[in-house]
């Protein structure tokens, strides 16, 4: 089957909450949409996450090894139009029409960056103007990321819930690594140079400055850099039409990136696995009946369900 969309998950050590991210999503989504690959970095609870490979058996597991090199060579073997990206602690609550999302790439091809489903109205507000227009009777918005009056607003690129065109993405990807060949060499994600350079004081710097992102963080934010940095090189545009995603922020498993999370000892890693392994499960009806209203949330939002 010819899927469009080639969806990119990325998880660590979180079993319950990515079995909840594609138990929401292929809820509210048709599974036949998506190629999903989840990207998975092997560190706890083996045991549990193949418990959920199992479940989920169409999907493709790459076991990390070397995050950059793994991800690259991911990328470079996707054929699809789109790409949605994924992280493990984002739960999906609604659902747009995958055709309207189609049309708006293929209707305003110069004009559309991604289509998020994250934003909507409510979230996107203040001094940043939101176009409507109507496509199939559909209403849709969109605002101009590159004048962006908030950091919601002037942050394009994200690992969460948008949509974007392949080739968009590879085109950014591409952008930030260093295309010297005897550069390459030298500096190769798996060499003992780089390998040393991880416990220096400037090692941040140096990866950056030879286009090597060390984390699902890394690669979101300085992809996102670029483009705020060469904008002119992309469409001005970010679509939307309802929120239909939100992470749910109760515990942090990647601290190469300042973040904030709203979490207790109920809800650490090793509890949640606990949880697991006796049969509970998020509950994905409790979370779209109760719709949180901004981009992320917080443990009240985050209930377990025991299953059969």
Same mark, same amino acid.
């Given at each position: 089957?010819?899927?469009?969309?080639?969806?990119?998950?990325?998880?660590?050590? !979180?079993?319950?909450?990515?079995?909840?991210?594609?138990?929401?999503?292929?809820?509210?989504?048709?599974?036949?949409?998506?190629?999903?690959?989840?990207?998975?970095?092997?560190?706890?609870?083996?045991?549990?996450?193949?418990?959920?490979?199992? @479940?989920?058996?169409?999907?493709?597991?790459?076991?990390?090894?070397?995050?950059?090199?793994?991800?690259?060579? #991911?990328?470079?073997?996707?054929?699809?139009?789109?790409?949605?990206?994924?992280?493990?602690?984002?739960?999906?609550?609604?659902?747009?029409?995958?055709?309207?999302?189609?049309?708006?790439?293929?209707?305003?091809?110069?004009?559309?960056?991604?289509?998020?489903?994250?934003?909507?109205?409510?979230?996107?507000?203040?001094?940043?103007?939101?176009?409507?227009?109507?496509?199939?009777?559909?209403?849709?918005? @969109?605002?101009?990321?590159?004048?962006?009056?908030?950091?919601?607003?002037? +942050?394009?690129?994200?690992?969460?819930?948008?949509?974007?065109?392949?080739?968009?993405?590879?085109?950014?990807?591409?952008?930030?690594? =260093?295309?010297?060949?005897?550069?390459?060499?030298?500096?190769?994600?798996?060499?003992? #140079?780089?390998?040393?350079? !991880?416990?220096?004081?400037?090692?941040? @710097?140096?990866?950056?400055?030879?286009?090597?992102?060390?984390?699902?963080?890394?690669?979101?934010?300085?992809?996102? !850099?670029?483009?705020?940095?060469?904008?002119?090189?992309?469409?001005?545009?970010?679509?939307?039409?309802?929120?239909?995603?939100?992470?749910?922020?109760?515990?942090?498993? =990647?601290?190469?990136?300042?973040?904030?999370?709203?979490?207790?000892?109920?809800?650490?890693?090793?509890?949640? =696995?606990?949880?697991?392994?006796?049969?509970?499960?998020?509950?994905?009806?409790?979370?779209?009946?109760?719709?949180?209203?901004?981009?992320?949330?917080?443990?009240? +939002?985050?209930?377990?369900?025991?299953?059969?």
């Amino acid at each position: 089957m010819n899927r469009p969309v080639s969806n990119i998950v990325f998880t660590t050590n !979180r079993p319950l909450q990515l079995e909840g991210y594609l138990e929401s999503l292929f809820k509210h989504f048709p599974e036949e949409l998506f190629q999903t690959y989840i990207l998975y970095k092997p560190q706890l609870f083996d045991t549990e996450y193949e418990e959920c490979f199992r @479940k989920y058996s169409n999907c493709i597991v790459i076991r990390e090894n070397d995050f950059h090199s793994d991800f690259l060579k #991911l990328l470079s073997q996707i054929d699809t139009q789109y790409i949605l990206f994924g992280i493990d602690d984002v739960v999906y609550l609604d659902t747009v029409d995958f055709d309207i999302i189609d049309a708006c790439f293929n209707q305003f091809p110069g004009d559309i960056f991604g289509f998020s489903l994250r934003h909507s109205r409510e979230i996107v507000k203040g001094s940043d103007y939101i176009y409507e227009f109507f496509l199939s009777k559909q209403a849709i918005y @969109k605002f101009n990321w590159k004048d962006g009056k908030t950091d919601l607003t002037s +942050y394009p690129f994200e690992l969460c819930a948008t949509i974007y065109r392949t080739e968009t993405v590879k085109k950014i990807i591409s952008s930030l690594m =260093n295309h010297n060949l005897i550069i390459r060499k030298i500096f190769s994600p798996g060499g003992l #140079l780089l390998k040393g350079l !991880r416990r220096t004081r400037f090692a941040r @710097k140096i990866f950056k400055s030879f286009g090597y992102f060390f984390s699902p963080n890394t690669l979101e934010s300085w992809s996102c !850099r670029w483009c705020q940095n060469d904008s002119q090189r992309l469409p001005k545009f970010l679509y939307f039409q309802k929120l239909c995603a939100s992470a749910i922020q109760v515990n942090m498993v =990647n601290t190469s990136t300042i973040n904030t999370f709203d979490g207790n000892d109920e809800q650490t890693v090793e509890a949640l =696995n606990n949880k697991y392994k006796q049969g509970y499960r998020l509950d994905i009806d409790f979370f779209a009946g109760n719709k949180p209203t901004g981009l992320s949330c917080g443990r009240e +939002y985050f209930k377990l369900t025991k299953v059969k």
